[in-house]
């Protein structure tokens, strides 16, 4: 018990220290959303409002084929790594930046075509708007090729731990898009066109500044063409649509609720929504964030067959990131009148309190919204294709769709307040139905409600935790090994070397690891029997440190020197080092 207390610990620690980057990541369209929100409200006019408002569902279709992209790239690479396969994953990386840019080079000429030709009339009908539009859509489709492969960089930049590369290229772009939107608005007087082609010259910053790493010859992630495997393009997409399925089918949603708002509400509907939906944004990348670092953790956990990580991460996100974002929302609802006169000053016009009600209703999603994209992550790595889809197709367009063109004709704008609402409750109540009818019954654990397969990894008893945070914890850790073994039936001989290699690596940890700074350190040590092997895997936060290469270098010493390190190697039948997400992870078999 004390061992599994400490892994959900470090994991805590470790995804609340990946979460401030990841959080800032997702940001970045949400605060490209209000920047152009302000200046197109108080620099340009209410067309050009309403012509971002119109554009919002490409964007999303945009945003969610980049998702596609990262959410299959990540639980892939995520699995061979947790399987310590490097040549798939630098496969999955090539195929994965090919893609990016082949599909966005496809969207930017057809975003053009569109807006050239002026075939956008499926957006708006309003001439005067549409010719805003046009512009707008031009300006954003110079930044579409940055935006996809620079999304899919941000997470091979956090699996190789340079989250300050990331952070840097996030704070680049918020600063230049705010001085592009200055020049460009402002100063030039480009209206529309300069508002959208602000953003898309920051995203070129963003994309620059983070491609330095890739070109530099440092990163992990090699880009070979040589003896790539195509078929991988398949597994990339079917992986990462599920999850973001749900965002395709917004796109179109957003279409339908436009159509609800302009014969029920007006134009005035739209800006409301328009004004919501871009500050909210800034906040939805808090559960965004949330999840990225959970995915990161339950793909690892998947490839590993880590039953116990795999509810701690769970465990994490109901006991830390629900009430952490409850409290937020609750913060966001109270000031809803502030909130809104950033964007609109007279109170008198019905926008004005559209938008307050808004600030006060919509916050509620990101509470129920953090466990259903939680367990979608989860379905996703797992396998559950089926149940996944079911959820994005509710969750994208039934269920917001139907209630809206229930409660916008009786109660007005509110109604589509309240419709995204009553979307959260119902998706998770699909994920409680499924539990209750895979088990049978009620879910009375974590292990039930994520209905985690019963052959999957190993059984608590045939696994052994356990915690080393001193020196003198190291001693006392070979003898509980060497019992653990002994009652699974290994032979004395391979008993005592297991706790005697424990103790050689554990020792070695805290003497060079723990003194490396100020910080406490922990080692969660984890022993595994399966079949007739014993595997032993020993993970902590401290700095990186490969025994593996050590151990090469130390065959050139004098016989000597590194004793130890060359005496444990020699009674291993195999080791392996890698460095996941930050973390030291030494895996032993003995």
């Known amino acids: 018990m004390e061992g599994i207390t400490s892994n959900r610990k470090i994991l805590t620690r470790l995804m609340f220290r990946l979460l401030p980057i990841q959080i800032l990541l997702a940001a970045i369209g949400a605060v490209n959303g209000i920047v152009s929100t302000y200046f197109a409200s108080n620099f340009v006019g209410v067309d050009a409002m309403t012509a971002v408002g119109i554009y919002w569902p490409v964007n999303t279709l945009v945003a969610t084929t980049a998702t596609v992209l990262t959410g299959g790239a990540s639980i892939l690479c995520g699995k061979y790594l947790g399987q310590n396969e490097q040549g798939k994953m630098h496969n999955v990386y090539t195929l994965d930046i090919i893609l990016a840019g082949a599909i966005g080079t496809l969207l930017s000429l057809i975003l053009v075509f569109l807006a050239f030709t002026d075939n956008t009339g499926f957006l708006t009908h309003d001439d005067q708007v549409r010719a805003i539009l046009n512009r707008y859509i031009t300006g954003q489709a110079i930044g579409i090729i940055p935006f996809m492969i620079g999304s899919q960089f941000t997470i091979f930049l956090s699996m190789e731990n340079r ?60 880009f070979r063409l040589k003896e790539i495997v195509w078929a991988e393009c398949i597994a990339i997409i079917a992986i990462g649509f599920p999850g973001a399925a749900t965002n395709i089918y917004q796109a179109f949603r ?22 919501c939906n871009n500050f909210l ?42 009430p952490l974002m409850a409290a937020i929302s609750a913060v966001i609802m109270m000031l809803a009148v502030p909130e809104t006169r950033i964007f609109y000053k007279d109170p008198s016009n019905p926008v004005f309190m559209m938008t307050v009600w808004g600030f006060r ?9 953090i466990p259903a994209m939680h367990f979608t992550c989860y379905g996703q790595a797992s396998g559950k294709h089926v149940l996944v889809h079911i959820v994005s197709l509710m969750d994208g367009i039934i269920c917001v769709c139907a209630f809206s063109a229930l409660l916008i004709p009786a109660i007005g704008m509110n109604g589509l307040y309240y419709a995204n609402i009553l979307n959260g409750v119902v998706i998770l109540l699909i ?9 049978g019954k009620i879910p009375s654990d974590m292990f039930e409600l994520m209905v985690i397969p019963r052959d999957f990894g190993v059984s608590p008893d045939e696994r052994l935790d356990l915690t080393v945070r001193s020196m003198e914890e190291v001693v006392t850790i070979s003898q509980k090994i060497q019992n653990f073994c002994t009652e699974k039936g290994i032979d004395n001989r391979r008993s005592y070397l297991a706790g005697l290699a424990t103790e050689e690596m554990a020792g070695n940890i805290v003497e060079h690891g723990f003194a490396g700074d100020n910080r406490a350190h922990s080692i969660d040590v984890r022993v595994v029997h399966k079949g007739d092997d014993i595997i032993l895997r020993l993970r902590d936060d401290c700095r990186p440190f490969d025994p593996v290469t050590m151990n090469r270098i130390a065959e050139g010493d004098d016989a000597g020197a590194n004793i130890g390190l060359k005496m444990i190697f020699g009674i291993l039948k195999d080791v392996e080092y890698q460095n996941i997400l930050g973390m030291n992870v030494l895996t032993m078999k003995i």
């Open 163 to 222: 989250n300050r590369r990331a952070m840097t290229a996030s704070i680049a772009f918020i600063i230049a898009n705010l001085l592009f939107n200055f020049l460009f608005v402002k100063v030039l007087g480009l209206e529309a066109f300069g508002l959208a082609l602000a953003s898309s010259a920051g995203m070129w910053v963003f994309f620059a500044v983070q491609a330095g790493h890739f070109l530099s010859g440092k990163s992990q992630m090699r």
């Open 254 to 275: 957003g279409l339908i609720v436009n159509k609800l708002l302009e014969a029920y509400v007006g134009g005035a509907g739209i800006s409301a929504f328009t004004a």
């Open 281 to 322: 944004g800034v906040f939805w990348a808090i559960p965004a964030g949330f999840v990225a670092v959970s995915r990161m953790m339950i793909s690892v956990s998947v490839g590993e067959e880590d039953r116990q990580t795999l509810m701690d991460v769970m465990r994490v996100m109901f006991s830390r990131f629900v």
């Open 361 to 369: 209703l919509l916050p509620v999603c990101m509470v129920l919204a």
């Open 431 to 439: 994920y409680f139905i499924y539990a209750c009818v895979k088990n």
